[in-house]
Every structure is written in C-alpha cells, then in structure tokens.
C-alpha cells in the first residue's frame, strides 16, 4: 500500500510558475514509476508527466513540453512538478500517481495508487 498526499497547488496568473508535491508513504518508493495527471471540470483525466524510478527517463504531454518538469528525490518520497509559463489552460486539480513497474506509462489505468488532488487556478 501506499499514501500520496499532493501540496503546493494555488491561485496564480497567466505566466506565472507554481510547484507540485507528492510526498509517498507506506511501501519502497523507489520501485514506482511516478506520475501526475490533471482534471478540468467537465474534461476526462488527462495526463501530464511521469518519471521512472530511478528519475532518469521522464515524459511530458505535448501541452506542457518545454513548459513543465517532473522530477523526484527517492531519499525524501517526493516527486516535484515544476510548471513555468502557467495558462489559463492548465487550470485543473492535479493528482499523484504511482505504478509498480520500471517502465513509464502515460496510461492512467496503469496506475495503482492515486492522491486525492491539489487545485490548480491559473487566472488570465
């Protein structure tokens, strides 16, 4: 089993830059493959980011390249998303996601453990 708690979610303007955390407990960390998806109200879940478990491979929505990094410290159970250059199209509840596999999926049904959300408001 294991417990993701996202933080860091807020209210910014259009350009600005916000950072995301997820902070894992409960089984090794270091064996998911972590990713974090997003959901506008009305608009199925979708996703964002992932990296595998080493933090050395990672993946990106073509909406967001360029624009946001996922990244993670083992030795702490976190994953952070860094995301600069902020739109009002990425306002969202973003949530934390952890698959037990040593490859990367864009695929939310690969994922076993969910986080229950944090708002993210992106005003023009």
């Known amino acids: 089993q294991v417990q993701l708690v996202e933080s860091g979610g807020g209210l910014v303007q259009a350009g600005g830059s916000l950072r995301l955390s997820c902070r894992a407990s409960?089984?090794?960390?270091?064996?998911?493959?972590m990713g974090w998806f997003r959901q506008a109200p009305g608009k199925d879940r979708e996703f964002v980011a992932v990296?595998?478990?080493?933090?050395?491979?990672?993946d990106y929505a073509e909406s967001v390249k360029g624009r946001f990094t996922i990244s993670r410290d083992n030795a702490k159970n976190t994953v952070n998303l860094q995301m600069n250059s902020l739109k009002p199209a990425d306002t969202a509840v973003y949530y934390c996601?952890?698959?037990?596999?040593?490859?990367?999926?864009?695929?939310?049904?690969?994922?076993?453990?969910w986080g229950q959300g944090t708002q993210v408001t992106v005003s023009s």
């Open positions: 996601a952890a698959d037990r596999s040593y490859t990367i999926s864009s695929n939310y049904y690969d994922y076993e453990y």
């Open positions: 409960g089984r090794a960390f270091s064996v998911y493959a």
């Open positions: 990296i595998d478990w080493s933090g050395g491979r990672s």
